[in-house]
């Protein structure tokens, strides 16, 4: 079943049509402003209800990719499918089974046709007669032939339905209208129409959960992948209205064609004989790619006929067809190569090229095998193919919102019987038009001998001319300049070119800096570890101090040396590095080296720019010190089972909500509760209090937090309250106030200008375009928030759920305030000069998940791709032991410190004596 609409930030509906607002600027009018619907006391919510709408900022039309849809208004009868089997079948197959039943095997009863998720619910408009029980059972042939490929006879599946359940959509109408908790029946009903609106087109297509593809528009991006666009489309609940929301997406296909074709492909080979001699590696890599791939094969004893009924591939043989033998029924041996002769009546043209193996355990030449189109690939794309499929899903906002409508000829919800017969009528004139808010930016304020002491961005965005850092880091003295590209392409002039920029960007922003003495060549054959450890001996010598920063120069494809260098330097030795990549920086211009002057500042204790407190008053007022909090947690990639799952957590120490410190952990892999968050809210809370006593030098309860504000990216988790405010606040002896809000990336909501002199040079909606009302939540508190300019593509806002509030009862936070300091909280992302699409503590908090990896001894050669890894419990148990094990926490020089972009003194947080 689909998530809560709130749980990963997916979207709402609309409220009916009102009067056109006089004087609207261009495009279609949108509707009248409503106010809040009256929520009935009785119902309940999961996060916190909605208190108010926000009123904050001009007004701007928008569309929205959502579309009307109407409740249907007869009963719906649930009934859950069982299918008896030693495993489960693919969601296709069991597509095929209940399409059969329908139409073939017992079509009077189900008149009209019932709806399918491909798993284990169905819905129909009208009850089936099963008599008392409102169960029974039916026997399935597939008639093309489908089936246990290993069968001679075709094999039967048993269906049994039974029914669980009649929905009343009036759940669905009281629910959009504020007198309605969400409970399992509106979840059901939400379910059933969803599984109405993609009946039709799973049926036709390749889908994909929430997504189906069509081969109208195709590109082959080589390595025997194709990409195909498709349309996501979700029934969501609103505020007055239930709402289709679609979308434009991208699948990645396996090329469909010969497999021996396909496997020349992703190997670049030029001829199928080089696929006789793959290295071990090869054969591993090659095996990951196409396991799970369905092929057509030839029949055996038929003249060669292709044979319907397609086949999984398990793994490939590491001998060839003329090598490979097998034990015949009859006593004896015979290769591969042999039997298909004989069965085909023909030898093979490549008999020394591997096999096959698909689930039944045959071994199959390659050569034999063909890949029907419209395969999904489940895989993790090759890093190099990434940049095609961003250019091929990247579209600017206006050819995006007309392929979105061009869709609704493929979805043909008119014509669907499925959409009909469930009285279900959607809007297709157009989408969705919203009045929305663009918020104030704060003013941002940057230290003296700035030409502009505060500035206001312009939307989302703004420079370093002529401004000084807010509090630049202490004089830089001993530092190095390592450069790990040959020579050739980095020499002396080069080195002392690239010095010379980033010593005057330096300067320009008011840190103290010299040229050093201490340059350095390695190579990627050189020891990171050792030459990193030369230098800082030599530095260390000289001043009896270690050196307080490393510069890196990295050669092309030097991700490797990157590793090496932030787990030696950092981690290990706790000394700040700064990379660079040889191809930016050399001959760069002085904007390259404001830019990395950004980092440098942060990672060595100083503040770029803080938030003015005349325009975030939440986070500036003394009388109520704030700590903000950011988390996240990222899992293994597809395929990657047993990998572990990184965790981490993000939070401010100082009264400018500026500089951050982190920790993060290794847990369960695919594991969303946060394991160690009491240990790591402990942890952030003490150095926050600490960092108040001895650096601002607050004294008694002022040390303490007064409010918390934890973002969590992407999940709604119920811990967060008891861990935070029962157990670490409570071990601490402090009692702040808690507010808990989930930020979701991961939905399909976008917004389009109506009239495209409201837009941005990207053709995007203005930074802090905000929507609470008619694609929010029926009742709970929750809004969209896009707070970045546009660059590339359509932008895609952020949303927001508040799961709770502990200020409610007394002066909690309103939509206007929560809005505009999230809004606010974009704009202190410490790396650029641009607001950032979520609050700055959880940007950081996902980045300290992602360079987790870099706490772990590279040469030790950890993997956290492969897949594989054993299914049995206990060996997946012991290899999260040894992540765990292997996982370096930070040096000591470091601990206070978010080490990829912040940096404070060792003894910063410590008593003086």
């Known amino acids: 079943m689909p ?48 208190p108010n709408f926000g009123t904050g900022g001009r007004e701007l039309n928008i569309f929205v990719n959502s579309f009307k849809t109407t409740i249907p208004e007869g009963v719906i009868y649930h009934y859950d499918v069982i299918t008896p089997s030693e495993k489960t079948l693919p969601a296709r197959l069991n597509m ?97 129409l969803n599984v109405v609106i993609r009946m039709e087109p799973t049926m036709n297509y390749p889908f994909n959960s929430r997504s189906f593809f069509t081969d109208r528009e195709t590109k082959d991006i080589g ?123 023909k030898p093979l043209q490549f008999p020394d090229v591997i096999c096959a193996e698909v689930g039944s355990g045959a071994k199959i030449p390659l050569e034999l095998c063909t890949v029907p189109p419209g395969q999904i690939m489940r895989k993790q ?117 690239t010095m010379r920029g980033l010593v005057d960007g330096l300067r320009d922003v008011g840190i103290k800096i010299d040229m050093t003495e201490y340059v350095r060549f390695g190579s990627a054959q050189t020891q990171v570890r050792e030459t990193l450890r030369s230098v800082g001996q ?65 990672k060595l204790g100083g503040i770029n720019t803080i938030p003015d407190s005349t325009s975030v008053s939440v986070l500036t007022d003394p009388h109520h010190p704030t700590l903000v909090m950011g988390a996240d947690v990222i899992h293994p990639a597809p395929g990657a089972d047993g990998r572990p799952s990184f965790t ?22 695919r594991q969303e509760m946060i394991a160690d968050l009491y240990e790591m809210s402990k942890h952030i809370l003490n150095l926050y209090m600490r960092y108040r006593q001895y650096v601002e030098k607050k004294q008694g309860t002022t040390v303490n937090p007064k409010r918390i504000i934890f973002y969590r990216d992407g999940v709604s988790e119920g811990q967060f309250q008891q861990v935070l405010e029962l157990e670490a606040c409570h071990d601490l002896r402090i009692d702040p106030k808690i507010t808990v809000i989930v930020v979701g990336k991961r939905h399909h909501v976008r917004f389009f200008t109506q009239s495209e002199r409201d837009a941005d040079r990207s053709g995007n909606c203005p930074a802090g375009t905000v929507i609470d009302r008619e694609v929010a939540h029926p009742t709970e508190f929750d809004f969209y928030l896009q707070s970045h300019g546009g660059l590339l593509g359509t932008s895609r806002p952020a949303h927001y759920s508040v799961l709770y509030d502990s200020n409610m ?40 998940c992602s360079r987790a990896k870099n706490h772990f001894d590279p040469n030790d050669r950890w993997n956290f791709e492969s897949e594989d890894i054993s299914t049995n419990p206990n060996a997946t148990a012991n290899t999260l032991d040894q992540f765990q094990k292997g996982f370096k926490p930070l040096h000591q020089n470091q601990r206070t410190l978010m080490y990829f972009s912040v940096r404070s003194p060792v003894d910063l947080f410590l008593p003086k004596n």
């Open 381 to 497: 794309m090759p890093a190099e193919k990434t940049k095609d499929v961003l250019d091929f899903a990247t579209k600017r906002p206006r050819d995006r919102l007309e392929s979105i409508k061009n869709g609704l000829n493929v979805l043909a919800y008119g014509q669907s019987e499925y959409v009909r017969q469930f009285g279900m009528h959607v809007n297709t004139d157009g989408p969705l038009a919203v009045r929305a808010r663009v918020l104030k930016p704060p003013t941002l304020r940057y230290g003296a001998g700035s030409r502009q002491p505060t500035i206001v961005p312009s939307n989302g965005s703004w420079n370093m001319v002529d401004k000084r850092f807010y509090k630049p880091t202490d004089p830089i003295y001993r530092w190095a300049f390592i450069v790990f590209e040959g020579r050739n392409r980095f020499n002396d002039q080069t080195v002392n070119e």
């Open 3 to 50: 998530p809560r609409p709130t749980a990963r930030g997916g979207g709402a509906a609309p409220r009916p049509p009102a009067p056109a607002i006089r004087g609207s600027r261009g495009g279609t009018p949108a509707p009248a402003q409503v106010d809040l619907p009256s929520i009935g006391s009785h119902v309940t919510t999961i996060g916190v209800k909605r």
């Open 223 to 345: 390595l025997g992948i194709q990409l195909w666009r498709g349309y996501f489309q979700s029934v969501r609940p609103g505020i007055g209205h239930m709402l289709i929301n679609i979308d434009i997406s991208t699948a990645t296909m396996y090329k469909a064609g010969p497999l021996l074709r396909l496997c020349m492909e992703y190997m670049r080979k030029q001829h199928p004989m080089q696929l006789a001699n793959l290295s071990t590696r090869e054969l591993v890599q090659l095996q990951r790619f196409i396991s799970g791939i369905r092929i057509i094969t030839p029949t055996a004893g038929a003249g060669g006929r292709v044979a319907v009924t397609p086949r999984v591939v398990k793994k490939l043989t590491d001998k060839g067809a003329s090598t490979l033998k097998f034990t015949l029924h009859q006593g004896g041996e015979m290769t591969v190569a042999e039997y298909f002769k004989q069965a085909l009546n």
């Open 96 to 192: 095929d089974i209940i399409k059969s039943l329908q139409t073939r095997i017992a079509p009077e009863i189900f008149t009209p046709r019932a709806v399918y998720d491909g798993r284990k619910n169905i819905f129909v408009a009208r009850e089936l007669p099963f008599g008392a029980t409102g169960a029974h059972e039916f026997e399935v042939t597939l008639s093309d032939g489908r089936g246990d490929p290993s069968s001679r006879a075709p094999k039967i599946y048993k269906v049994r339905l039974a029914k669980v359940a009649q929905i009343n959509p009036e759940v669905l109408k009281r629910y959009i209208a504020g007198q309605q908790s969400h409970d399992s029946n509106v979840l059901t009903a939400i379910t059933a």
């Open 648 to 669: 981490s957590l993000v939070g401010n120490v100082d009264s400018d909500t500026a500089k951050y410190v982190a920790d993060s952990r290794v847990q369960a892999s």
């Open 538 to 602: 030599e530095i260390y010598q000289r001043y009896k101090n270690g050196p307080n920063l490393f510069v890196i120069v990295l050669p092309e494809g030097g991700n490797d040396i990157y590793t090496q260098v932030k787990y030696f330097g950092d981690v290990e030795m706790g000394i700040p590095t700064q990379c660079m990549k040889s191809i930016k920086c050399s001959r760069a211009k002085p904007q390259y080296f404001a830019n990395v002057s950004l980092k440098i500042n942060v």
């Open 809 to 848: 009862k007394e002066n909690g936070f309103n939509a206007d305030s929560l809005q505009s300091l999230s809004f606010a909280l974009c704009h202190v992302y410490a790396r650029s000069t641009r607001s950032v699409s979520i609050p700055a503590p959880v940007y950081y908090a996902d980045i300290v």
